[in-house]
């Protein structure tokens, strides 16, 4: 990731592009437009990562989330005409449209938040945090909640592990379900011990008191990456009013 050019890029035009999109996926309605920001994602993950991985695990929930907004849209929507009817129960026309334009804005979402996450390092997010006026108190938490996750993880697989060894049942989904309150209830208390010990070990190394502090690293954004951010913020804001307007 230190090597690649997406983690030389300045964190502060990935987040104008992650808003962009967003707002965009936010603001057009039809399936057209959310296929085209959705090709926009995955061409330019391609393109600077070489790679599909960061979307795979979120392909599938996102399959999931599918089929619930098809059933919740076959059910409860009322625009268009009945296409057709079992007692109580009608089906109108603009189902299924409106459920593939919910799953498409979902998606569009969902990956644009994944990949400014996978793109940005966590020392770059806290001083975009730190740019934009947030005291590093607060910023710092971005660092931290990023060495923490993948800590977690680990945890939850060796307790995972452990309740395997003493014959806790895992095979099929839904000895999986059952097997949540086992697992879980060791992993929140480790996880409260770990950031209790990781408050105390910071407030021993005297974090956060003087009100400014120094990093390794700072933001020195080129020329073409202020145009970048120039342009993205425009097309927000071209974005925002066009929705007024109409």
């Not at 740019?131 to 995972?160: C, D, H, N, T, W």
């Not at 992993?187 to 105390?200: E, F, G, I, K, P």
């Amino acid at each position: 990731m230190s090597n690649s050019i997406i983690s030389q890029i300045d964190p502060r035009l990935k987040f104008a592009w992650c808003l962009a999109i967003l707002f965009a996926a936010l603001i057009i309605d039809t399936i057209i437009g959310q296929l085209f920001l959705l090709a926009l994602l995955f061409i330019s993950e391609w393109l600077l990562t070489r790679s599909l991985k960061n979307f795979g695990i979120l392909t599938l929930v996102l399959l999931v989330v599918a089929s619930q907004l098809l059933i919740i849209q076959l059910l409860f929507c009322r625009e268009g005409v009945i296409v057709w009817q079992w007692g109580v129960l009608r089906i109108y026309s603009e189902a299924v449209p409106k459920a593939i334009l919910g799953y498409l804005r979902t998606s569009v979402l969902a990956y644009a938040a994944v990949q400014f996450i996978s793109w940005t390092p966590s020392i770059d997010g806290v001083l975009m945090l730190k740019s934009f006026g947030i005291p590093y108190r607060y910023a710092m938490l971005v660092g931290v909640a990023a060495r923490f996750f993948p800590l977690m993880q680990k945890e939850y697989a060796a307790i995972s592990q452990s309740q395997m060894v003493r014959g806790l049942d895992t095979t099929g989904v839904w000895r999986k379900i059952k097997a949540l309150p086992p697992t879980f209830f060791p992993l929140l208390y480790r996880a409260l011990r770990r950031s209790a010990d990781t408050a105390l070990s910071m407030e021993l190394r005297g974090f956060g008191l003087y009100k400014e502090r120094t990093f390794t690293k700072e933001l020195t954004p080129r020329l073409w990456e202020k145009l970048a951010i120039v342009l993205l913020l425009l097309v927000l804001a071209l974005l925002v009013i066009f929705n007024i307007i109409i």
